[in-house]
């Protein structure tokens, strides 16, 4: 009897994704479930393809609710290849955030292989609003910086 497919073998369903533009100088791509380096492709040609991406958008990459753990090294050096490839289009600035400590460990695995492959600055958090604000740093926000005081 055949095995059946789960949602994240080869050939199986996409990894659901979200998109979105939280600030107009960041894309934002939330994946859920157990992913392989299959999806994260994906989830970057969705991203590079989507109508409100403008290339050289900063990105947050949000595994709160995904599990990344299973990913081998292998796949990560593939996943650095990649991201190389399509590195014109991409931003500047690359956040990751997870949630559990092995997807920590894992997230800053991938983090070396893609600076050795594709030179960026990129940084894993484990706080969403962290990430944000190293992705659109204070200067960006002119209402936020203290103005002098007037004679």
């Not at 107009?24 to 109508?51: K, M, N, W, Y």
């Not at 990129?122 to 706080?127: A, L």
């Amino acid at each position: 009897m055949p095995r059946s497919r789960g949602p994240n073998d080869e050939g199986s369903r996409p990894a659901p994704l979200i998109i979105t533009t939280p600030h107009p100088t960041v894309a934002a791509v939330e994946l859920h479930g157990s992913l392989q380096r299959a999806d994260i492709e994906r989830a970057i040609l969705a991203l590079l393809a989507h109508p409100a991406y403008e290339g050289g958008m900063n990105e947050l990459w949000d595994f709160r609710n995904a599990h990344i753990a299973r990913i081998q090294a292998s796949d990560l050096m593939a996943l650095a290849r990649f991201v190389a490839l399509h590195l014109e289009r991409l931003g500047k600035r690359t956040a990751i955030v997870v949630g559990r400590d092995v997807d920590y460990g894992v997230a800053r695995m991938w983090e070396g292989y893609a600076e050795q492959a594709a030179p960026q600055e990129r940084r894993v958090f484990r706080d969403r609003d962290e990430a944000m604000a190293w992705l659109v740093p204070a200067a960006a926000h002119p209402e936020s910086t203290p103005q002098p005081a007037s004679a």
